[in-house]
């Protein structure tokens, strides 16, 4: 018998007996959960349950399983990566850690992802015993803030102020083209679409205008505000976006929409420069880079523990800055939050 604590608060079932034993792998879990072995205070549960502090998790007696398979390769953090992820933190204390998370590293692990946020995680664990967990995500090609809880309960506080939209996130981007009207709010509503690669590789979301979405199977309202803060004439713009909900690849599949594609992101812009009337494509040629052009430039939340406001900001990641050098735009002189008069 194991008594939930503090740390497992709102943790899945799953979770929390990989924590307690690493040996144990998900089909391990989910095999004592349908056979019930595994009890909570008494009772049949999923893999999927939620934890309290205080109630009583039934373990049944494990075998040996040292020898045994795991169900994910573990790869060992090199000297380097935990050098690089300790040096993309931007703050700490007792119960969260904020990371400016590097372009082209992904978040969590998936087909054929080996390095990951996730995965590095444990060198992030500083003076605790636990490594701290992931509360929301980013794309792999979007850099910016990252949070990571370092308890339960931080983790349980921050994952309920993300799903009832209680954080401000600010993103800043490179749109080919310039917006029209330059400040604005998009409601496409969003749906995905599978892909024709193996597998269904190469999904995206597909926009629904506001009014077809309830008759849309599968979509969903999704809403994003965005106001230009300086453009190169008709040709590019740095974009400020609000995503006011938090649907998945919403700010790129939006701006797509408008015909002003994030510069670097063919998924949804195409690879061409030009302009065939439908919108601009996503690259602008000439020494700007063709990596994604999509920043999480800050964040404001409301602590877990303390309840004091928090504000994050990260610096722009190399190639962003290159190109905002090549065309003058000052980082300085940009205003906190360009939403401020307009909230």
Not at 121 to 129: M, N, T, W
Not at 267 to 284: H, I, P, S
């Amino acid at each position: 018998m194991i008594t939930v604590d503090e740390d497992g608060t709102d943790q899945r079932l799953d979770r929390f007996l990989r924590r307690m034993f690493p040996e144990l792998g998900q089909g391990r879990i989910e095999k004592m959960c349908r056979k019930g072995e595994c009890r909570v205070d008494g009772g049949r549960v999923k893999a999927s349950t939620r934890l309290s502090p205080g109630q009583q998790v039934r373990v049944p007696p494990l075998p040996d399983t040292s020898d045994m398979p795991r169900d994910t390769p573990t790869a060992k953090i090199t000297k380097a990566d935990a050098e690089m992820i300790r040096g993309a933190v931007l703050y700490k204390d007792d119960y969260i850690i904020a990371i400016n998370k590097p372009a082209g590293l992904a978040v969590q692990g998936g087909s054929g992802q080996m390095r990951h946020v996730d995965g590095l995680a444990a060198a992030l664990k500083f003076d605790l015993e636990n490594k701290p967990k992931l509360v929301h995500r980013l794309d792999k090609d979007t850099s910016g803030v990252l949070l990571l809880a370092r308890t339960g309960l931080a983790a349980a506080g921050l994952t309920k102020a993300f799903q009832s939209r209680e954080t401000r996130k600010i993103y800043w981007a490179a749109v080919a083209g310039c917006p029209h009207p330059k400040i604005g709010t998009i409601k496409y509503g969003l749906v995905k679409a599978g892909g024709h690669g193996p597998n269904g590789g190469g999904e995206k979301m597909h926009c629904v205008h506001p009014k077809d979405v309830a008759e849309t199977t599968d979509a969903k309202h999704a809403t994003t505000d965005y106001t230009v803060l300086e453009d190169v004439g008709k040709r590019a713009s740095w974009v400020a976006l609000v995503p006011i909900t938090g649907r998945t690849h919403q700010l790129r599949a939006h701006m797509a929409e408008l015909g002003n594609p994030i510069v670097g992101d063919g998924k949804y812009g195409t690879n061409t420069q030009t302009n065939d009337g439908d919108g601009w494509g996503a690259q602008l040629g000439g020494d700007i880079s063709r990596k994604m052009h999509l920043h999480a430039r800050s964040i404001t939340f409301t602590h877990p523990i303390t309840k004091k406001e928090i504000h994050i900001t990260a610096d722009l990641p190399e190639h962003m800055e290159r190109t905002w050098e090549t065309f003058g735009w000052q980082v300085q002189y940009a205003p906190v939050d360009p939403f401020e008069n307009y909230k």
